[in-house]
């Protein structure tokens, strides 16, 4: 009796979810190639375990409802053919919206409405771009939706388009583009000017850890569209001596310290200039076998290029990064990311444990009165769609 009244629940269930579809986006660690992206150079990026997992149901009509208990304002409903920007508490929304009207514009989206419920283990504002995560999940459940397929390199666009024309940030596509072609114990390197995605093995017995300040860095309100607004102005100067240049990362060193320009974009400019330098001597080293030792080290000059160059850092990372280079088994240590906030990035010899990371935490503590959280993450694989009716755990892939 009891076991046949499950059996009628679960054949409800399965009716109510009848059309349900689901997807699986990471969030990434920005590893190398501070601000390359939107400058047509190469970044370091690898895709995380640990994201957003979005479902979607089809709805009769044209209306949507978006709900999620990770973000503040869980619940946002409004009509698709009037789509509004999304405010306050409600901002996350913006990101799933963002993605839909770039569906919408290129005839890729449901002809119906939808309740998407998203959901993540991801730490937030930690500058491990939740945000590119949920656009390519919820990307991914609407695709399905509308029966459509679409190639991963053009789900990166898809989302960085939304992000840049409807959340407002002119970000380019390290974010998207590792949470799509992330693959486990891989970097992913995209060449940002050709849009060219592959992936390099990274040392054995190495690990990644995430030191979160804490310090929110709501990357639309901060200083990031004034350095990219900087960028450009830089490289329209250096086009002046040379039109052959397109993008500011393929600017040779000596062109740009010969170039007479203001002071704040000369710094800017160098940080972009060296940072694509030390891109090219991290990936030319993994693939010679270079030590972590010596590799790392770029890393941490990154970092304080980050802090004099683009002037994108906080007391408190510096702090951090240099508490951090301090441990024999830190090869390097950076802030990743947008800046401004947000954590640092710590490469490790896999030996080193949550006991030393404690007390580099209790060291920040003593200094600034409050506590960095701390994770340990894997190089993982890269989003996809999921069968909405598999249980946790279980990875049968569509
Ligand atoms: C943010 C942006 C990225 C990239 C980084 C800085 O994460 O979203 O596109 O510009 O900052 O490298």
């Given amino acids: 009796m009891e076991e046949n009244s499950i059996h009628e629940s679960h054949k409800d269930y399965l009716e109510f979810m009848k059309g349900a579809v689901a997807s699986f986006a990471p969030g990434r660690i920005e590893f190398l190639g501070n601000h390359l992206d939107y400058n047509g150079g190469t970044v370091l990026g690898t895709a995380i375990n640990a994201g957003i997992y979005a479902l979607a149901l089809p709805m009769e009509g044209t209306d949507f409802r978006l709900f999620s208990e990770s973000f503040e304002g869980a619940d946002i409903s409004g009509s698709i053919p009037s789509l509004e920007k999304q405010s306050g508490k409600h901002s996350w929304g913006n990101y799933c919206l963002g993605v839909l009207r770039v569906l919408l514009d290129k005839g890729l989206a449901p002809n119906h409405g939808f309740s998407l419920t998203l959901t993540t283990d991801l730490p937030m504002s930690a500058g491990l771009s939740s945000s590119a995560a949920v656009e390519l999940a919820t990307a991914q459940c609407l695709l399905q939706l509308a029966n459509q397929q679409v190639s991963k390199k053009e789900l990166v666009n898809i989302c960085r388009q939304a992000e840049n024309k409807w959340v407002g940030l002119p970000c ?19 060449d940002c000017a050709k849009e060219e ?63 007479e320009m203001p002071g704040n974009l000369k710094k800017r400019a160098r940080h972009v200039v060296e940072e694509q330098n030390r891109v090219s001597l991290f990936s030319d080293g993994l693939q010679k076998g270079t030590s972590p030792a010596e590799l790392g080290s770029l890393l941490t000059a990154s970092h304080k290029s980050s802090s004099v160059n683009f002037e994108n850092s906080l007391p408190e990372l510096d702090f951090l990064v240099d508490c951090l280079s301090s441990e024999e088994k830190i090869f390097g240590a950076r802030l990743t990311g947008g800046g401004f906030g947000g954590a640092v990035l710590a490469w490790t010899a896999n030996t080193f444990s949550e006991k030393e990371a404690l007390s580099i ?10 506590s960095p959280n701390f994770h340990s993450f894997k190089p993982s694989k890269g989003a996809g769609p999921h069968d909405p009716l598999l249980k946790p755990g279980e990875s049968k892939e569509i």
């Fill in 361 to 370: 935490a209790e060291e920040y503590q003593k200094k600034w009165g409050n």
């Fill in 197 to 259: 995605y592959s992936t390099l093995s990274l040392p054995l017995h190495t690990s990644f850890w995430i030191f979160d300040t804490g310090i929110k860095h709501d990357l639309v309100d901060s200083q990031y569209g004034t350095r990219n607004q900087e960028c450009m102005d830089a490289l329209n100067i250096i086009q002046n001596s040379d039109p052959s240049i397109q993008f500011l990362a393929e600017c040779p060193g000596p062109l740009l310290e010969e170039t």
């Fill in 172 to 190: 380019g596509i390290l974010d998207q583009g590792t949470s799509a072609f992330g693959e486990k114990d891989k970097v992913v390197r995209i």
